[in-house]
Antibody
Framework: QVQLVESGGGVVQPGGSLRLSCAAS????????MHWVRQAPGKGLEWVAF????????YYADSVKGRFTISKDNSKNTLYLQMNSLRVEDTAVYYC??????????WGQGTLVTVSS | QPVLTQSSSASASLGSSVKVTCTLS???????IAWHQQQPGKAPRYLMK???????NKGSGVPDRFSGSSSGADRYLTISNLQSEDEADYYC?????????FGGGTNLTVL
């Protein structure tokens, strides 16, 4: 079955950088687009970024545009999120998620990113 | 860009039924949505995809107690024979132009 395992979260100072990874298995990774979705403490879900199956097109929420970069390595079955110029308000659990036909059809367990001085 | 509106909370008794509502913004009443469940301290879980016609497709392993329906701009998640493990946050989701949109979530309490 589909398995998505995030890693790379941690504590970082404002203005710092972090790279998240998501190891995928149980499906043909190269055939599917992928999302990053985040959830600030005690808040709801917020879509962050989407990448098409072949990595050809990438889309971002306005809140992260110009600071975050989504990428995927189909040879390694891995999704990435490079996060630069981090802000306190970026503190959240970050989930990688599989895009089904259009809906989010599977979720990882999440990785916590804390931006604090 | 569609907006999804959910009531912040709902409650129902153990063994009863509850209907959670997600309302699409004006001009988006034909949109397909998805429902997700997030139990306390856990990652979200995909429940189903729900069309404007009321037709729905559930994810793998989702109990029969969960069903969907639609009326105009409203999309419903109905949970029958409520169990204690159904106490969770429920989010609706839709999509447009390669972006995803989530509702604010409904916190369901099982009494």
């Amino acid at each position: 079955q589909v398995q998505l395992v995030e890693s790379g979260g941690g504590v970082v100072q404002p203005g710092g950088s972090l790279r998240l990874s998501c190891a995928a298995s149980g499906f043909t990774f190269s055939n599917y687009g992928m999302h990053w979705v985040r959830q600030a403490p005690g808040k709801g879900l917020e879509w962050v970024a989407f990448i098409r199956s072949d990595g050809s097109n990438k889309y971002y929420a306005d809140s992260v545009k110009g600071r975050f970069t989504i990428s995927k390595d189909n040879s390694k079955n891995t999704l990435y999120l490079q996060m630069n110029s981090l802000r306190v308000e970026d503190t959240a659990v970050y989930y990688c998620a599989l895009r089904g036909s259009q809906e989010t059809s599977s979720w990882g367990q999440g990785t916590l990113v804390t931006v604090s001085s | 860009q569609p907006v999804l509106t959910q009531s912040s909370s709902a409650s129902a008794s153990l063994g009863s039924s509850v209907k959670v509502t997600c309302t699409l913004s004006s001009g988006h009443s034909s949109y397909i949505i998805a429902w997700h469940q997030q139990q306390p301290g856990k990652a979200p879980r995909y429940l189903m995809k729900l069309e404007s016609s009321g037709s729905y497709n559930k994810g793998s392993g989702v109990p029969d107690r969960f069903s969907g329906s639609s009326s105009g701009a409203d999309r419903y998640l109905t949970i029958s024979n409520l169990q204690s493990e159904d106490e969770a946050d429920y989010y609706c989701e839709t999509w447009d132009s390669n972006t995803q949109v989530f509702g604010g979530g409904t916190n369901l309490t099982v009494l």
